[in-house]
């Protein structure tokens, strides 16, 4: 079955950096889309980034591409997500999450396109 298992997360200070890990088992990873969404208390979940597995471009939800930067290591089916410049505002529970795109190389940053979701992982900026 589809295991997304997410890591990195932790506490940092304003203007610091996190990079998060996601590795994926139970699938292919050859022909997906893999994105990092995150959700804070109260809000809704928020798209960051999404990556297409078999080629690596990348897609990005708007004012995200500044500070945040979505990758792949193919060989060990593992996505990234490299965080700098981190305000409280960043404060979330963060989840990885995969899905086989109707077309191939076209991904979504939208929630409900994807049916396969990590755990998440925490990610305090104070």
């Known amino acids: 079955h589809v295991q997304l298992v997410e890591s990195g997360g932790g506490s940092v200070q304003p203007g610091g950096s996190l990079r998060l890990s996601c590795t994926a088992s139970?699938?292919?990873?050859?022909?997906?889309?893999m994105g990092w969404f995150r959700q804070a208390p109260g809000k809704e979940r928020e798209g960051i980034a999404a990556?297409?597995?078999?080629?690596?471009?990348?897609y990005y939800a708007d004012s995200m591409e500044d500070r945040f930067t979505i990758s792949q290591d193919f060989a060990k089916n593992t996505m990234y997500l490299q965080m700098n410049s981190l305000n409280p505002e960043d404060t979330a529970m963060y989840y990885c999450?995969?899905?086989?795109?109707?077309?191939?190389?076209?991904?979504?940053?939208?929630?409900?396109?994807?049916?396969?979701w990590g755990q998440g992982t925490q990610v305090t900026v104070s």
């Open positions: 990556i297409y597995t078999g080629n690596g471009w990348q």
């Open positions: 139970g699938f292919t990873y050859s022909r997906d889309c």
């Open positions: 999450a995969a899905e086989t795109p109707r077309y191939d190389g076209i991904c979504f940053v939208s929630a409900d396109r994807f049916p396969y």
